[in-house]
């Protein structure tokens, strides 16, 4: 929001500086990103009459100009066409320095002498329009200086608005916030408006369809209206805060918003068909043709102003081509109203147009100032476009908003605050800031929020604006204090750190990411879940949609775009929380999730070769069970079970105690393509709480073997099918507990065995802890694991 401070100053008095003043503004909360001077920084510039034009003998868009300026005539060459003989315009002779420094000096353009130059507006520094040299009042004495009519630079406050402040999107509303922070009384706008012979029911009927999308919506009628330019300090004002002038009627619609922050539209009554003005729900397949030139397809989520036969403006948004001002209009319909803001924004964003009117509706306007708006920007019609006003106004407002009335506690701001400030202040803030205060006593208020500022609530935004207003620089100091509570314990956090510092020890490195992703994201990892996501109800943008409910989309999209900027082989983890929704309740659970790509992490080997599929996925293996013995979690088992996103055959269920914890599995390679990954990408997802459970147990300690162990070698043939968890789990089920080892220490395949075989050979440790184990007992014991292996798995016992 652009602020001048010449306009500002019309409502409020005020003794401070531009930058005390932005200084009072930021630190209440409404920041002032930065102070300019806006208007004609040149010098020597002044005001010449264009005595004649000729064509430029050697070029077609040039011409040749005499230009009086004072005592005496010039010889000018020039570029634009707007202008004709007789006109006042900006001319800067030899000598004269422009805005950035530009010095004018004489020269010959295209073999023609030129003594100066005719200027546009962006080359005085007035504005950013170039389409054609600066037209000034035919009153203007050629000769005079350039400043003498257009007045000196201007200082401009540019504010940034937040989007629970809309009431500061205006400049009467940051003069109200100036009043409070200064002192200084607000003062209001008076409204003028002649009145005219004929209702505005004679001009057209409104119909509200969508009262629920338009709260309220007012109209207004006017006749006799003369199109043309604005007064100058009008379109002077609009240029510092960034507008361009168009006329009259449209220049005062957008002299309003910027006044009172609330969105105006006129439409030409002799273009609107039929007798109704409708504010409705647009018809799916509905085209309307805006302002901007764009051709705009409807659906029924868009609320739209129609007339008689179809949609004449996007409510809210933008007007359309069939309805606008023209300079032959005569008669007007103003349209004051208030939208849905939720509803404005949506159409906003679908429809991908934006307007300062959209920018507003979509924060909320104050339903209440709705008619008050539209008859000062009548008033103004009728004092400077020559209207004549109807007696009356349309005004649909079927449901009046209820009072926010707010009960305010002195005691307690002032305990939340930690300042020392008085009740007779505190209630002094609330009336400087407009709020009505009544039921006063000794313990507090009751305050009734306006309808301009929705961001107050509660009693707790009432202590903020206390806050604010009365400076955050008053709130007392004192030194920290902590005190210790005997039975608190904070062994979740340490453990969730002792896990991340274990996973960095790895040799990972942390990311993280936001909660929130896109649905297409999550959908590229499988659409099996898609009815359990927690979805946002207003979006900041469809890529912020659904809140995440897996960390394997983020990490492979992370992963991706490292490889995509030559770093394919990376070890990344994340610990964060995934989202969800169970019977209707919102779930929410700490995971850990690492990713592994490429010849990352490998220890031998050159690097020239490639990794397999078989070597990252030991590797996103060996990393997990690695972290499960740091963190004491106990033995992880594995169970075969792909999903969505991962290789066939290259994925497994990580159980703990019989229940599932996690999965480890190789991205698939259509995944893969997608972010052009030339080498394996594994991944290893966890839940957190099962794996820090045990992080700080003390481990039981047994005696150190006293008997020596004899070890026993079993070699077998196995289908493909049989994994090594199953060999594990027969060996574990029929040994003796004197059976403390299980060691895989080869793995082979051979035309011989035929197809769909393996060969897998173990080395089982047999000791006692009373006794010396004798061969015959270890073989007794071997002879047992054997059969059982022969009768549960099928194996084939290899001999030696």
């Not at 950013?128 to 037209?135: E, K, L, P, V, W």
């Not at 209001?188 to 338009?214: Q, T, Y």
Request: proline fraction near 5%; hydrophobic fraction near 40%.
């Amino acid at each position: 929001m652009k602020v001048p401070i010449s306009w500002l100053r019309e409502f409020v008095d005020f003794d401070d500086s531009a930058e005390r003043l932005a200084e009072r503004l930021t630190m209440s909360g409404t920041e002032v990103e930065g102070i300019e001077k806006v208007g004609c920084s040149c010098t020597g510039v002044v005001v010449g009459e264009v005595l004649s034009v000729a064509k430029h003998p050697r070029a077609d868009k040039l011409s040749i100009c005499r230009v009086g300026a004072g005592d005496r005539e010039y010889r000018v060459v020039c570029g634009a066409s707007n202008f004709k003989a007789g006109d006042r315009a900006a001319f800067a002779p030899a000598g004269a320095v422009l805005a950035g420094g530009l010095l004018i000096k004489e020269t010959s353009i295209r073999g023609e002498f030129s003594e100066g130059m005719l200027c546009a507006e962006d080359e005085l520094g007035i504005s950013d329009d170039h389409s054609g040299i600066m037209i000034l009042p035919a009153a203007a004495a050629p000769g005079s200086a350039l400043q003498d009519i257009v007045g000196e630079p201007e200082t401009v406050l540019n504010i940034e608005v937040t989007w629970n402040r809309p009431d500061c999107l205006s400049i009467i509303g940051i003069a109200r916030e100036v009043a409070a922070l200064c002192g200084g009384r607000l003062k209001m706008p008076e409204l003028h408006a002649g009145l005219g012979p004929r209702k505005i029911r004679e001009f057209a009927n409104v119909e509200v369809a969508d009262s629920a999308g338009c709260p309220r919506y007012t109209a207004c009628a006017l006749e006799g209206v003369v199109v043309g330019p604005s007064p100058d300090w009008m379109q002077r004002r609009l240029h510092l805060c960034g507008m361009r002038p168009i006329n009259s009627v449209v220049d005062i619609t957008n002299y309003v918003l910027l006044e009172t922050g609330h969105p105006l539209h006129a439409f030409d009554r002799d273009l609107l068909r039929g007798d109704r003005i409708v504010v409705r729900r647009a018809v799916a397949g509905e085209e309307i043709r805006t302002l901007d030139g764009e051709t705009r397809k409807l659906h029924t989520g868009v609320l739209v102003i129609a007339d008689g036969e179809g949609p004449v403006a996007l409510a809210g948004i933008m007007g359309g081509e069939g309805s606008e001002i023209r300079d032959a209009t005569t008669r007007v319909v103003l349209e004051s109203a208030c939208f849905d803001p939720g509803l404005i924004h949506s159409a906003s964003a679908d429809l991908g147009v934006a307007s300062e009117s959209s920018r507003r509706f979509e924060r909320g306007v104050d339903v209440t100032a709705v008619g008050w708006a539209g008859r000062l920007a009548a008033g103004l019609m009728v004092e400077h476009a020559s209207a004549s006003a109807s007696p009356g106004s349309t005004d649909v407002w079927p449901v009046k908003p209820q009072p926010r009335r707010i009960r305010c506690r002195y005691g307690r701001g002032r305990d939340l605050l930690g300042m020392r400030i008085s009740d007779g202040e505190m209630a002094d803030i609330f009336v400087r800031l407009g709020m009505n205060v009544d039921e006063k006593d000794a313990g507090g208020c009751t305050v009734t929020a306006p309808a301009f500022r929705p961001d107050i609530e509660v009693e707790a935004d009432l202590f903020e604006e206390v806050a604010r207003v009365h400076g955050l620089g008053e709130v007392a100091s004192a030194p920290p204090r902590s005190a210790l509570v005997p039975e608190s314990d904070d062994v979740e956090e340490r453990a969730v750190a002792e896990c991340r510092k274990t996973v960095m020890a790895l040799g990972f490195s942390e990311i993280v990411n936001y909660s929130f992703v896109s649905a297409a994201l999550l959908d590229l990892f499988g659409k099996g879940n898609a009815g359990g996501r927690l979805v946002l109800p207003n979006p900041v943008s469809s890529d912020y949609a659904v809140m995440r409910d897996s960390l394997v989309p983020q990490m492979v999209e992370t992963m991706g775009r490292n490889a995509a900027h030559q770093v394919p082989d990376v070890l990344f983890f994340e610990m964060g929380r995934v989202f969800g929704v169970s019977d209707g309740a919102s779930i929410e659970e700490g995971r850990l999730c690492m990713g592994l790509s490429g010849k990352a992490g490998r220890v031998e080997g050159s690097i020239r070769t490639p990794a397999t599929a078989e070597e990252v996925f030991l590797r996103i293996k060996g990393a997990a069970e690695a972290l499960g013995a740091a963190l004491k979690t106990g033995r992880f088992s594995f169970r075969s079970e792909d999903r969505e996103w991962t290789e066939p055959g290259w994925c497994v269920m990580v159980e703990l105690a019989g229940a599932p914890v996690g999965v480890i599995g190789l991205v698939k390679s259509a995944l893969r393509r997608e972010w052009r990954f030339a080498e394996p990408v594994g991944i290893c997802e966890m839940s957190i709480a099962p794996l820090i459970a045990n992080c700080f147990s003390s481990p039981v300690l047994s005696d150190i073997p006293a008997y020596p162990s004899i070890s026993r070698d079993v070699a077998m043939i196995v289908d493909d099918s049989v994994t090594h968890e199953q060999v594990v789990s027969a060996i574990r089920a029929a040994g003796p507990p004197e059976l403390t080892e299980v060691l895989l220490f080869d793995t082979f395949r051979s035309e011989s065995m035929g197809p769909g075989k393996r060969s897998l050979a173990y080395t089982l440790e047999y000791r006692s802890g009373v006794r010396t184990l004798t061969d015959e007992e270890a073989n007794a014991f071997h002879d047992k694991v054997k059969e059982a292996l022969r009768s549960g798995l099928k194996a084939e016992i290899r001999e030696s």
